[in-house]
């Protein structure tokens, strides 16, 4: 089967918009949920991120007729609702077309997987052989919109979120954009597995037994070759009660209760569709310079099932990481990513 | 292959009683979740081994607009009070949830964006999500809806 590797990557957020400046951001333990709009004169902040990640992603990278685009997003422009057509196909072209992307664009809006399954779907049009590259961005921005929703569900924490710990109480929103180039050449870390698994359960809760989550790791460890040591998972970590417990359990249930995880929703807040590509990203750049990031917020464990969460950062000593991230409509997603090279 | 559609402006309720009858939860929904639920009825209603689990069916959402016009509603609610049963059907892919939940569906759900109908990207999509190991066929949907009263709605089933 064909490899398919991350070949550029992008970050646009509050924290920084260098790899490096989120990472020393991060080691430093600040937190940032949203972007200041001060200066800014254009049209949609949202699309102007999104393809300022882009455009760094593929800096120095030639795009050619057969380069795919995806965006990954939950909510687009919804701060223009009523105003304006929002459709996302209508951003998705206008950054692409900014871009110089040839092919025909498409969103993939999987509410907070939604990064985790566009990069899938970016693998899987590499091994289909349609496509040669395929740049996935993925972008959020807030509004009342979104933050008026999530009142509602009373899923806001009043305090930065603490995931995993004893006393979270909910979630914080955040903003960022974050792109990927997605080849089949050679590159630093390997995309080599990925899968998506609906609960069947509950359009806004998880399932009380981790089911989707649960399948969704048994899935991909199943491409871990034997020669490959697990660093740790990335976790979704929202820090609502009912999530957390419910990653613990998922967690447990394939057997990785001892394996070392992270949650870095305490430094971006949940960044929706931009999350899994920046979780991606930061736990890619953090893994290179041999860490796991400290799980900001974590203070005393707050679940039902041994996790190996901390609040410090530790060294990471393996080739792999899973990403895996849960969201409304019962769906559940992970990523399987090796570090290129040999071990 | 077996096609189903539901013809812009149809008696959602009046096909829904027809259909099923003993659902409530579909009176909940927002007319891109109703129509999703009903064509998944016509497709599936004849299955012989309906309402167990199963892992190896996907259900896969297209559409140019998605859930915009209960995000309209839901917008309409927050000058109000914001309606928390509006919100969690502001996702495209709730739909794809909701078509999981009454069938049992553990598998892959997902919803893609498209500028407008398009078979052909539609086709290539649905083959390269059924790269996943254990996905055997498809539930495609094409849904769009300008308003809450007028749509194209048309789904069938896809085998790997």
Known sequence: MTKVFSIGTGLVTPLGSTVTSVLEAIREGRSKQYFSRNGFTGHSFFENIALEAAQKAISGIEITPKTGFILSTAKGNVEFIGREDISLALSARRIADALGVKTTPIVVSNACISGVAAMLQGMRMIRSGAFDKVIVVGAEVQSPFIETGFDCLKAISPEPCRPFDKDRQGLNLGEAAAAMVLCADEGPWEIVDGVIRNDANHISGPSRTGEGSFKCLRYVLESLAKEDRLSFVSVHGTATPYNDEMEAIALDRAGLSHVPVCALKGYFGHTMGAAGLVEVIVCMGAHDMGFIPASKGFGELGVSRPVNISAQERPASGNAIIKLLSGFGGVNGALLLRKGGSL | ?160
């Open chain 2, 1 to 160: 292959m077996k096609m189903v559609s539901i013809a812009s402006g149809t008696d959602l309720t009046a096909l829904y009683r027809k259909l099923v009858g003993n659902y409530p939860k579909f009176f909940k929904m927002d007319t891109l979740s109703k129509l999703g639920f009903l064509l998944a009825e016509m497709l599936v209603a004849d299955d012989s081994d309906r309402f167990t689990e199963r892992e190896d069916r996907a259900v896969l959402i297209f559409s140019r607009r998605g859930c915009l016009a209960n995000d309209l509603n839901y917008a309409k609610s927050m000058e109000d009070f914001p309606s928390p049963s509006l919100f969690v059907y502001t996702l495209p892919n709730t739909v794809a949830g909701e078509i999981a939940i009454r069938n049992k569906y553990q598998g892959e759900t997902g919803a893609f964006l498209l500028e407008g109908y398009d078979r052909p990207q539609i086709d290539e999509i649905v083959h390269q999500v059924f790269q996943d190991r254990i996905t055997r066929d498809a539930i495609v949907a094409w849904i769009d809806c300008p308003s809450e009263t007028e749509w194209t709605a048309q789904a069938w089933i896809v085998s790997k």
